[in-house]
């Protein structure tokens, strides 16, 4: 690896960390995401200096977050990584893979809770923390409404690109 290679990944590593996830995270992350083709996790652990298991399990923490796949070659009997590139295509997996699992178990599990409490609200306090899971849904609502307008101007500006 390049000296030039080195500091895009380590500039990798320091935006990765921005996003609260750790060292060790950030540095996988970093390395799959400038890396143009898939990589074995044993290269990964290779240039990593972390273990097998390690890699392992880090990936099956971020993969569906991250937009990572793992693929077999035939013939092969080791596990290669690739992580999507396109930034706006990313971006979309993360806000479906992570903020729409919140929106819909709100929407579904929350919702009906609230009418039932709302039936035994009955003291100030209970009135106050139905207020309180109201305005809950209320922003989820609010944030769906955001999420589909995020998924308008990714698709509008994906069709720029082409």
Do not use: C
Not at 10 to 21: A, K, L, M, S
Not at 85 to 99: E, S, T, V
């Amino acid at each position: 690896m390049t000296d030039i290679e080195e500091k895009i990944i380590d500039i990798g590593h320091e935006i990765f960390r921005g996003y609260g996830v750790d060292d060790s995270t950030a540095q996988i992350l970093s390395i799959l995401n400038f890396e143009p083709n898939e990589i074995s996790m044993e290269e990964l652990a290779q240039r990593t200096g972390y273990s097998l298991a390690s890699i392992s399990l880090k990936i099956k923490n971020i993969e569906h977050f991250w937009g990572i796949k793992r693929i077999h070659k035939p013939g092969s009997r080791k596990t290669y990584l690739h992580m999507e590139k396109n930034l706006l295509d990313a971006f979309a997996i993360q806000i479906r893979n992570g903020f729409e699992t919140e929106l819909d178990i709100a929407k579904e599990k929350i919702t009906p809770l609230i009418e039932e409490y709302g039936e035994h609200a009955n003291t100030e306090e209970q009135k106050i923390k139905l207020q309180t899971y109201e305005n809950y849904l209320l922003e989820i609502n609010k944030f769906e409404e955001l999420i589909h307008h995020i998924y308008d101007r990714i698709d509008h500006l994906k069709k720029k690109q082409i």
